[in-house]
């Protein structure tokens, strides 16, 4: 992972009030001279300059002594573009009517698969009337066993739009195929990769060329560095719409499906502006658990949560343990709504 050349890329942090011709200055020059791409950022109580490239040459002490510079400073991570340093103000990913990383949590909710155009439109009316604001539903299903259900393909994207157009909510859904961005940036609002496509580079650049918000599930053993990585292709790329999701890690514990990380919200928020999402569904794979880790994600400063829901679980062509009667669902969201409340948000 350590590549030496790239490795050192920089931040210039500018003095308040720096003059705009000298700071125009300064990027053309490092443009120029050392072919850096330049990223400039200007927040509340700062000002800053990303500098993405082979900076090994760059000599810092002359910039540092430019009037307009406060600090020059390497950045040893391999991340840069979804690395706090570069952008110190959290990250609102916005959508046509929606956004993820504001003051309000994004609660998603649905059903693992989309199973029919009844089942879909049902539920998305009873998460919606629950408090959910996005509907998720899988309709291309990237199943351990090939001989699982494999999800409706196009008719399953079909029955999301219809369920769209009912609720008004927008839709999540998993991509599996690199050949299906085109169709995806045409009829979704996320794009979700799934944990089992964390590191699919290929899918990865493909989605950093479009500029739909994209929902990067943690890999089953990812380190958070390596998923960080992962967002790196797709911001590098040109899309800075990333929504980060932590889903459980494997370990040594068989009690739950996976082990829900809850530390990689606090640390992930260090590391990185963009927002953390949790999915307690597909962290535990039991429904009892989803509440109490659900509420606990809020807690620790997560941007919003993913929770499975279906009708009859027990009848559900996938995932049916981990999902809550609707009915079950409406009373975790009340429980978020406190939540939310001792954080500062809302739902
Ligand atoms: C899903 O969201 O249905 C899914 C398959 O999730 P993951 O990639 O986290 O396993
Ligand atoms: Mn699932």
């Known amino acids: 992972m350590q590549d030496g050349r790239t490795e050192k890329s920089m931040i210039i942090i500018l003095k308040p ?6 700071v125009d200055d300064l990027i053309r020059f490092l443009q120029s001279e050392y072919s850096l791409e330049v990223q400039r950022m200007d927040g509340v109580n700062y000002s800053i300059l ?38 110190p103000d ?15 949590l994004a609660v998603m909710a649905g059903p693992c698969s989309v199973e029919s155009e009844e089942q879909i439109v049902s539920l998305a009316r009873k998460v919606k009337a629950a408090g959910a604001n996005f509907l998720r539903g899988g ?26 157009a009912e609720t008004g909510l927008p839709i999540v859904t998993e991509i599996t195929n690199v050949e299906h961005v085109e169709l995806f940036v045409r009829k979704v609002d996320v794009i979700q990769v799934g944990a089992r496509n964390m590191q699919n580079f ?68 260090r590391m990185s502006h963009l927002p953390v999402i949790v999915d307690p569904s597909h962290a535990t794979g039991l429904w009892w658990a989803v509440e109490p880790l659900a509420v606990a994600a809020v807690c620790a400063g997560a941007d919003g949560v993913m929770i499975e829901v279906h009708e009859s679980p027990a009848e559900a062509l996938s995932d049916g343990k981990q999902s809550l009667l609707p009915e079950k669902f409406s009373s975790v969201t009340q429980k978020l709504k406190a939540a939310a409340e001792l954080m500062g948000r809302t739902l």
């Open 202 to 269: 290929a899918l990865l650049r493909e989605l950093g060329k479009t500029k739909t918000p994209v929902l990067l599930k943690r890999g089953l053993s990812a380190t958070i560095e390596e998923w960080l990585m992962s967002a790196e292709y797709i911001a590098a790329g040109g899309n800075p719409n990333v929504v980060l999701c932590e889903r459980g890690i494997r370990t040594f514990e068989t009690a739950t499906r996976n082990t829900l990380d809850l530390s990689a919200v606090p640390v992930v928020k």
């Open 139 to 164: 309709a291309f299903k990237p199943r351990t066993s090939p001989y699982n259900f494999q999800g409706l393909g196009e008719e399953g994207l079909k029955y999301l739009e219809t369920a769209k």
């Open 50 to 87: 990303g500098l993405i490239g082979d900076t090994s040459a760059l000599d810092t002490e002359p910039i540092q002594e430019r009037s307009v510079v406060k600090k020059v400073m390497r950045v040893q991570e391999p991340y840069k573009k979804v690395n706090r340093a570069f952008h």
């Open 90 to 104: 959290d990250t609102v990913v916005q959508g046509s009517g929606f956004t993820i990383g504001a003051e309000r």
């Open 17 to 22: 009030g720096a003059e705009k011709q000298k």
